[in-house]
């Protein structure tokens, strides 16, 4: 089906090609974006051709074998066209005619996926803007035509891709493939990754997604195709006001956006916010040869635009290191005495092809990437500084990227700098944002493949008897998760022998299936000192309890000096079984300080997630407090991680505080909610 | 000396005017820009004129008196240059020539102040790129000539001038005033700011500033000036890799970044961190009435860049609320049924003049603010919708931004609404972020003006006996900061009868001029809990202090359950005193939490500042805990900004923690640094 798509013999146009018409403008983008005539065919029941381009009233009558067919007939027509598409031997078609389930249609999409399954014909939207392969002089798209290069975009909507295209086109970002996919009743994102990740063409995938429907396929084919290049994703509807947006837009549920963020940085995916951000990207990742290192050095022929840069490039995590002394020799002795040796290296606007050119060879030597300023002003002309520029990227071999501007004064020297293959960026910011997006890339900090879980479901019978302190605290001890030496006790009698045995100071909660929040109710007493403070304590919390239903108490030891974080695990609609590590206590709200990630995790991504967090730095010994044993923490994370897969029965878990200590981790306190899994879990 | 420089009647060119020369690029710009010939003269040794512009051998030689110098004259000739001019009755001058401080020549730069002091002339630059005075046709200017309009720009740095007027002219900012002020050997940003506060033509006032010299002083002119009219800073030089280009770009130090942030806050003046962001505002305050609330709604033609404006609109802080029952049943009556209701409105591709007039006016009701999206196909004319959001705008009288993308296939339609007055974005994002900073300068959460402080310092004598805790402790009291009862003692007698009248369990701590460091060394020892702890403690410290000046030891009652915080003084080199705020014990590095202000500040400030922190959540009474006594601490904050202009001594002064207790603050420790005063000290 692929070529039959993206690379056919001939295509058909279904629908009215009258002037005006939308069918009539797709037949024009095909015929200017250099398709031959002679393997276009136009049907509708007229039989009417236009611009050269012959009309037959059915497409079984066009008498040729039919690879593609572009169809823009009304709504109600387009399961029949696809059916009679089929039957003449089409494999794809691209339906861009909108009317379906956006607008509640939703036995129309049934219809036509119905055709899909009745026929095997695939199919590209309804309600989408069509597709591109520019190296294919493949254009059935309402969009700008955009020049051919290595970018593939797949977006949900197809304004999005009309201005992505459009600023590739103004800006000569070089695209290879576009889907606007619309309603995806039948072709989604998930299959459009897994083939431009085998496309030799696509160097970079840019995807804008609103929301996927099976989270973890999703999962699986996009960590497939960041093994092989860089796939630059948006995914909006972030907020709850984008998410309501994109309710009404597409008909289904957006996840929690911190899933998303988790699960895409997981999947190895550069997640950015904005279409400018990605445009960036896919200009920094065609356009340079791998960043290797975080050393930035700045060349420019102005102050301040420089110092703004180099601002921002430090914000971003580059670092804009001085020259060495050897470096600040070699530069001075063929640099007029007035330019500033540090970095930024301000030639000053007296700054020439040769000043840039032997600069940047120079510098290059020692630093990892360079971005070459030219702030012109109109009465210089800065061709000849792109020449420089352009030269010192081939003598190095190293990425030089440049932000000539402001744009209407150097429209000539930016123009060649793109035929020469070196990317001009919006802003010297601009630039260094790309370009630390590329280092962490390069660098290998992208996550490593995420691999769904491969666990069978336990037996209901190894569930835990009850959901109640006790209870759950010998279960996760059976499940070889560490928690404290515990004791319950139904009487002050019972409680004093179980606090003896324990060893003073103990720790005594409240035990009852009515009280969820123990600490808000003064349900939980710390550092219990003796017998006579145990009694007390009992007949405190049996009274907290009076009037509802007590089950006794739950005693502990007192663990002092030990740093409290939270593990925890929840079920996202998308992405099912989610595992969670943050602070603590108080301090879970207060810092929102949480990474997450879709279960499971093995160890060393536990450790990778308790890098991301604040609460790491309390962990590794700071202020002369001993380290906390990392090892045991994220050994309990990845264990934790695996229980909704034994146990779907788990709807949420929250394991706050863990107390971490110098050796091993203990459990301080669990609450469980069990519930019917939802469809998505495994 | 103002109508002088921005509203000369005669202008004189001193310089070299042959073609390519910098002077004949100048005259040519001035000419172009509409100023009368007949008001200009060139002077030069050979008393060349160019373009019809009489020259003559020096400016006495004019015949006319000359109200303003432009110069370009090498840099050595500049003294006496500046001279001659004053001589003939100039009362400004601009001197474009550079190779003065910047290159190290700092006794050329002092000849050029010796001749203002002497003469009384007033100068802008050396080594800048002129000024610009739209609305008198007055372009001595190296930069782009901008349309006439109301932001004025002033910048240290020439090319970050020549980006933003270069932009304006593209896009359509009218500019009223335009400085490059260059090394301001003489004028500076804050005589700019004292003009332009009181300028009728200036309505918005963009600036650009590395650092300023005289801090207190420039956050007074600053601090006027946003009390008239909206002040855009961009300060640069943030990060160590910024400052250190800002030190070789200018030779003077950049104050540490986040003192700026404060101070500039403290000002009213909205900081950003970009040319674009900027620019965008410029934009938005020039072009759209105020602001008044934070519920904004979308109206969209395609649904992608809809939701992701409404993504970064929630980010930013404004609300995308949906419309109300009411407002929908309005909306039905006119708008097709496949448009889709919630905000963002999408009108879809098949929107109109009138479906975007009717729909703009009809929310707006509702509304603060509307954003006015436009994706437009190529096929599709937009300037009948652009029409549509101006007839709105009107109608409505609230603010109506538009975002009409991309570029090349809207150009006439932005044409047509930057000419009816309303801003048109580059994407919806920026939109957003523009309006959120619009509402939250026209809801009034810009600061009050900042003011200085008018103690008179107190005699030496009162200064604190010695640096001792317990010596400090007591002027702390003395001052009326309240300190826990706290006892000393020599031996562990008189720690045990201490510790008795401040009633157990107690803390002790080490007292030793040589260690600073209690904590660390293990010198303080909480929750003693009898005579016997108490000895064993005293034993303890004084071996810890042994080979060590031993002074005792200092005894605290135990304070529990109070939260813990941060009061600190400091000393900026550009602002002088400072106060912090913040998170305290561990949590202060962890959480860098911590608000700053340039001292002194009232109770309301302080107030305030504690609002700025994430530990303020932790003082309302989180999680059962009963709240902080606010007041109290924000007595203490104000009291403690004072002490530095009553003890200038103070260098440095921590006080960590502070526990906020329910009803009132206790000081837990102190630290105190005395230096001599900065030169910038009160």
Known sequence: MWPSLFTPQTVALVGSVGEGKLGYYLLRQMLDG?????????????????????????????????????????????????????????????????????VGNVAGEEAIREVVRKTGIRIVGPNCAGIVNTHHALFPTLETRPPAGGVSLIAQSGAVGGVFLAWAREHGLGIAKFVSYGNG???????????????????????????????????????????????????????????????????????????????????????????????DLCLGFTALPPVRGRRVVIVTNSGGPGVLAADWAEEVGLTVTEPSPTLRERLSAFLPPYCSLSNPIDLTVEGTEEGYRRTLTTVLEEYDAA??????????????LARGVVQAARESGKPVAAAFLPGPIVAEAVHYLREQGIPNFATGERAVAALARLVKYYTGQHSTMWHSASHRALPQTDFPASLLEPDLMAWLQAKGIPVPAFRTARSADEAVTAAREIGYPV?????????????????????????????????????????????????????????????????DPQFGPVVAFGAGGIYTELLQDVALRVAPVDRDEALA???????????????????????????????????PFLYPDIAEMDLNPVFVLPRGVLVGDVRLIAGTSSPDSP
Chains 1, 2 share one sequence.
């Not at 006794?552 to 409290?564: M, N, S, W």
């Open 34 to 102: 250099g398709f031959p005539p002679a393997r276009l065919a136009v049907v509708n029941p007229k039989g009417q051709g236009a611009l050269g381009v012959s009309g037959y009233p059915s497409v079984a009558e066009v008498g040729r074998p039919i690879d593609l067919a572009i169809i823009v007939t009304p709504a109600a027509t387009v399961p029949a066209v696809l059916e009679e598409c089929a039957q003449a031997g089409a494999r794809a078609a691209v339906v861009i005619t909108a009317g379906f389930s956006e």
């Open 185 to 279: 009743a039948d072709l989604t994102e998930r299959d459009f990754l897994e083939y431009l990740a085998e496309d030799p063409e696509t160097q970079v995938v840019a995807l804008y997604i609103e929301e996927v429907t099976e989270g973890r396929d999703f999962l699986r084919a996009l960590s497939a195709c960041t093994r092989r290049k860089p796939v630059i994703v948006i995914k909006a509807g972030r907020t709850e006001a984008g998410r309501r947006a994109t309710l009404s837009h597409t008909g289904s549920m957006a996840g929690a956006d911190a899933v998303y963020d988790a699960a895409l940085r997981q999947c190895g995916a550069l997640r950015v916010t904005s279409l400018e951000e990605m445009f």
């Open 371 to 384: 971005l070459a300023l030219n702030i012109a002003p109109a009465y210089l002309d800065s061709v000849p």
């Open 507 to 571: 720790v005594m909660k409240v035990v009852s299936p009515q009280i969820l929040h123990k600490s808000e109710l003064g349900g939980v007493i710390l550092g219990i000192a003796d017998d006579e403070a145990v009694r007390a304590g009992f007949e405190r919390l049996a009274e907290i309890a009076a009037r509802r239903d007590f089950r006794g108490v739950v005693l502990y030891p007192f663990i002092r000096d030990a740093q409290e974080v939270l593990v925890g695990l929840f079920r």
């Open 609 to 643: 997630m308790i890098g991301e967090t604040r609460v790491a730095a309390l962990l590794t010994g700071a202020r002369g407090r001993p380290p906390g044993d990392m090892d045991a923490l994220a050994d309990l994370i990845a264990r934790v991680s695996d229980l």
